[in-house]
């Protein structure tokens, strides 16, 4: 592995300390530990020191964390022996107990003995550099713990199992044989090598083989769009006039009372929003103020926003009231739909007591009721049918296919699969092998950043400070 020296503190092999759970009302607090000397390091602050020094890998103590005046806390410490660990190193997970005071009682006895806090990531990036994972198992951590949906998780354990890593290796293996074999062509003779040259001139051997990796290069590449929308999701906006309904459906999709619903018009002033997960997909949906004109100060600053709202929005659902009927300010807000590039669909609600006239084109609207849920699993796949056109998803996602889960992979197997593309055209063209050559290269490097395998310092200090603290 190339690897620059890393500034700051990333690269040092430091013992570190940090809570791997957020302290509060819990009945544990889980602090991580990890660096050369960890274990004697911790047991100057342990009940019973010895025990510890002398404790063997994957064991687990009993004791007290302690300092030189009180006892701080009863806890089990798990020790971990390097490089039977998650970072590589001899490492601790110290149990003590939930609330905010017994962990900081905990993390200030570590750090008087000696620990510095962990920087964002840096146990995963000590598991990297000591070749515990490599660089897009190291992402799919984060991915993991990010993870808004059951869909999210299961892509992200497929890149932690190795999916990605290993389908990039095989593509990567593919492209070091056709170029060793361009190789040999530049720099020996077809005397030595025993080659004809009639069948050998302008040819790159293996093309056919690179051509089928820059085939499967490209299936990875289309499949960001998918795994971003699965990671990150939609911000789908409900909107339509005052007392459409809006609150009342957003309840719905929730199954929680979130926004006040009451009969008089203009109830909601603000837009709220909260995330749901529909058919694996995670969707912020957001419920915003009546569209209409209004003198009042407060709703009229709530309409400005609703409005700022939808021309954010990655999908937009517009509610007919049914009792009302269609009216000259809904086909206007309509007509703006149609001219913005995210997609909307138009939902005739209260179909329960007001039912849609006939004269109006069915396909055009769904039919719902925020009161009583009818229409509403249908309005559901529409939901999932919209986000997935313009994601250019087809189908389901496949959890156990190889995918590409960062924009940072994203943009090194486009790099890898446009340089590939460049020397099939030129190899094509019969243009020479010492032109060839480096273009196929280029593309082995590119695959190579995407692993780790090439890696510099400042990428890795950047892409691991997005990491949260104890990961």
Not at 379 to 398: E, H, N, S, W
Not at 411 to 434: F, K, Q, S, Y
Request: aromatic share 4%; charged share 25%; hydrophobic share 45%.
């Amino acid at each position: 592995m190339v690897l620059c020296m890393m500034t700051g503190s990333y690269g040092d092999d430091v013992p570190i300390a940090a809570f791997a759970t957020s302290p509060g009302w819990s009945a544990l607090t889980l602090i991580r530990c990890s660096g050369k000397g960890a274990v004697d390091l911790a047991s100057s602050v342990f009940s019973a020191p010895e025990k510890l020094t002398q404790a063997a890998g994957n064991t687990i103590l009993h004791g007290w964390i302690v300092t030189a005046n009180e006892r701080i806390d009863e806890v089990l410490v798990s020790v971990f022996r390097a490089p039977k660990s998650y970072t590589g190193e001899d490492s601790l997970d110290i149990s003590c107990h939930g609330g905010g005071a017994a962990g900081r009682g905990v993390m200030a006895a570590l750090r008087s003995a000696g620990f510095r806090d962990a920087l964002p990531g840096e146990f995963t990036f000590r598991a990297f550099m000591n070749g515990k994972l490599d660089l897009t198992r190291s992402e799919s951590v984060m991915e993991l713990v990010s993870a808004r949906t059951d869909r999210g998780r299961r892509h992200a354990v497929n890149r932690l199992s190795g999916a990605l890593e290993n389908e990039i290796n095989a593509i990567k293996k593919i492209l070091v044989e056709v170029l060793s074999g361009a190789e040999i062509f530049l720099d020996y003779s077809e005397d030595e090598i025993g080659a004809d040259p009639d069948e050998t001139a302008g040819l790159l051997p293996g093309q056919d083989r690179a051509q089928g990796a820059l085939a499967r290069l490209q299936i990875l590449a289309a499949s960001w769009q998918r795994e971003r929308l699965y990671q990150e999701g939609i911000l789908a906006v409900i909107a339509g006039r005052p007392n459409a309904g809006k609150s009342s459906l957003f309840n719905l999709l929730l199954r929680e009372e979130r926004s006040i619903v009451t009969e008089v018009p203009g109830t909601t002033r603000d837009w709220i929003e909260a995330w749901v997960s529909m058919e694996g997909i995670p969707v912020r949906l957001a419920d915003t103020a009546g569209l209409r004109e209004s003198v009042d100060p407060v709703e009229k600053i709530g309409v400005e926003r609703s409005r700022d709202l939808l021309d954010a929005a990655e999908l937009v659902i517009y509610l007919l009231d049914g009792e009302a009927g269609i009216t000259a300010e809904d086909l206007s807000v309509i007509a703006e739909l149609k001219q913005k590039p995210a997609p909307h669909l138009v939902l005739w609600n209260k179909a329960d007591i007001a039912p849609m006239p006939q004269q109006l084109a069915p396909a055009a609207f769904i039919r719902v009721s925020a009161k009583t849920g009818e229409g509403v699993a249908d309005l559901t796949k529409a939901i999932t049918a919209a986000v997935k056109a313009r994601a250019g998803v087809d189908g389901a996602a496949d959890s156990q296919t190889a995918a590409i889960g960062s924009e940072r992979q994203k943009n090194l197997v486009e790099a890898a699969a446009a340089a590939v593309e460049e020397a099939l055209l030129l190899a094509g063209r019969e243009e020479p092998l010492d032109i060839i050559a480096p273009l196929l290269r280029e593309a082995v490097n590119a695959l190579g950043e995407i692993t780790g395998e090439v890696s510099t310092a400042d990428i890795l200090e950047e892409m691991f400070s997005r990491f949260c603290v104890g990961k």
